[in-house]
T-cell receptor, first 116, second 111 residues
Framework: NAGVTQTPKFQVLKTGQSMTLQCAQDMNHEYMSWYRQDPGMGLRLIHYSVGAGITDQGEVPNGYNVSRSTTEDFPLRLLSAAPSQTSVYFCASSSEPTGGGNSPLHFGNGTRLTVT | TQLLEQSPQFLSIQEGENLTVYCNSSSVFSSLQWYRQEPGEGPVLLVT?????EVKKLKRLTFQFGDARKDSSLHITAAQPGDTGLYLC???????????FGTGTRLKVLA
């Protein structure tokens, strides 16, 4: 009954370092997405994928890369970390397009990233 | 940029009081969802409203979607400490996989 699993839970990086945030889901969902959550700003979409091999940019994509080689996994890469990327990152998955209205997002428990 | 404004941003009330949280936008959404988030966890879906004017009830929580599908409200009757959390609304953009999230309302219910 895992749902969406994110690792690590916490990470501290120095400016300029790179790292990958992992996300895996076991619900066979086609849609996966990455959000960042900052105080007073809600959740902002970074990148999303509608299936293996297909990715697209969201609202705040700069400084992040994604790939989707399998249905289950959707890693988020920080190429050269900056203090502005200090945030809590959430991965989410869903089974259907939003138009149907019955496709809730299933979220992981987040990765808290600090860039010094 | 599409925005979803939530109000109030913070709310601290006594157990047993009623409250309403608002979610407003100038954009039309195909559906709107409400989530609750506990500290250290991801948001969890409470409800989805799809039709303009729709009202849904979940125990003491009542959700309404505006007639024009641009706004929504969440009303909690007789709030309890277990209602404490961050409430987020999210509007679905028709034909895409994108959701626009509101800025959040942090609710604290005091015993």
């Amino acid at each position: 009954n895992a749902g969406v699993t994110q690792t690590p839970k916490f990470q501290v990086l120095k400016t300029g370092q790179s790292m990958t945030l992992q996300c895996a889901q076991d619900m066979n969902h086609e849609y996966m997405s990455w959000y960042r959550q900052d105080p007073g700003m809600g959740l902002r979409l970074i990148h999303y994928s509608v299936g293996a091999g297909i990715t697209d940019q969201g609202e705040v994509p700069n400084g992040y890369n994604v790939s989707r080689s399998t249905t289950e996994d959707f890693p988020l890469r920080l190429l050269s970390a900056a203090p502005s990327q200090t945030s809590v990152y959430f991965c989410a998955s869903s089974s259907e397009p939003t138009g149907g209205g019955n496709s809730p997002l299933h979220f992981g428990n987040g990765t808290r990233l600090t860039v010094t | 940029t599409q925005l979803l404004e939530q109000s109030p941003q913070f709310l601290s009330i006594q157990e047993g009081e009623n409250l309403t949280v608002y979610c407003n936008s100038s954009s039309v959404f195909s559906s709107l969802q409400w989530y609750r988030q506990e500290p250290g966890e991801g948001p969890v879906l409470l409800v989805t409203v799809v039709t303009g004017g729709e009202v849904k009830k979940l125990k003491r929580l009542t959700f309404q979607f505006g007639d024009a599908r641009k706004d929504s409200s969440l009303h909690i009757t007789a709030a309890q400490p277990g209602d404490t959390g961050l409430y987020l609304c999210a509007g679905a953009i028709s034909g895409t996989y994108k959701y626009i999230f509101g800025t959040g309302t942090r609710l604290k219910v005091l015993a």
